[in-house]
């Protein structure tokens, strides 16, 4: 490939994990990766286990992300967070827009986008999802519904902002169910993504930001998903609740085109 795009894989713990089993998980975690140099690794605890999980992680390279911030800086937003006040606890990453998100608590693009925007001023790397149901899979609709998110979870940003952020494919039949897409389901997905990102940036924009992939995705699966040429990461879920789940995912990832020169 032209450009070289370090590998992001992105543990989601979702609402999982006290502060005690945060800390304890990543000291378990540290020494099983701790030649792992070429790519990005990142845990996503809740809101409650983030300091806690900072302290865990400082001097090792695994970053800490969060799961969700508000678009305010401050305000009367009862049980929301600033993107000012996770830069403060130490958070590098924020994932925005998940699929629970947007099903259960009425995340639209819309409001993707002022969250994002939130982010990226406060210098957060956001991890953006987007993802189709399996009724929009099975009714032909996955670039529609897909095209749509982009679009409208991206809009107004600059080719620079663009670059910051990383893109999540998830098909929301494969979260938790156990169904994964197909390594060719998913690069084709990845592949029409990456040329949405053209259109609405520019081929060099598009071919530098990330584009991770998620849904079911484990140690035994990883080395075929992540070999894919559009697929450049994974956001885990259940897989990135124990340390050797993840730590497997992470040893059976290809090696970085970085690697190659």
Not at 26 to 46: G, K, R, W, Y
Not at 51 to 73: K, S
Not at 242 to 256: E, K, Q, V
């Amino acid at each position: 490939m032209g450009n070289c795009r370090t590998l992001c894989i992105a543990g989601n713990w979702k609402m999982n994990k006290t502060a005690a089993e945060a800390k304890a998980m990543i000291n378990e975690l540290t020494s099983m990766v701790a030649d792992i140099n070429d790519t990005d690794i990142v845990l996503c605890p809740t809101f409650t286990a983030l300091t806690a999980a900072v302290d865990a992680a400082a001097g090792t390279h695994i970053a800490i992300g969060a799961q969700n911030v508000h678009w305010a800086e401050n305000g009367a937003f009862t049980g929301e967070i600033s993107a000012d006040m996770l830069k403060e606890a130490g958070v590098e990453y924020v994932i925005i827009g998940h699929s629970e998100r947007r099903q259960y608590f009425g995340e639209t693009d819309e409001t993707v986008n002022r969250r994002l925007n939130a982010a990226l001023a406060a210098g957060l790397k956001p991890i953006v999802c987007v993802g189709e149901s399996l009724e929009d899979r099975e009714g032909n609709k996955t670039e529609d519904v897909v095209g749509t998110q982009v679009t409208g979870s991206l809009a107004g940003l600059t080719d620079e902002q663009m670059e910051g952020v990383i893109v999540a494919y998830e098909p929301v039949w494969a979260i938790g169910t156990g169904k994964v897409a197909t390594p060719q389901q998913a690069q084709d997905t990845h592949a029409f993504i990456r040329g949405k990102l053209a259109e609405l940036f520019s081929e060099d924009t598009a071919a530098k930001v990330r584009i991770q992939y998620g849904g079911s995705v484990k140690a035994s699966n990883a080395a075929e998903l992540l070999g894919q040429e559009d697929i450049d990461g994974a956001l885990v879920g259940g897989a990135s609740l124990t340390a050797a789940d993840f730590a497997g995912i992470l040893t059976n990832r290809p090696r970085n085109c970085c690697q190659c020169g």
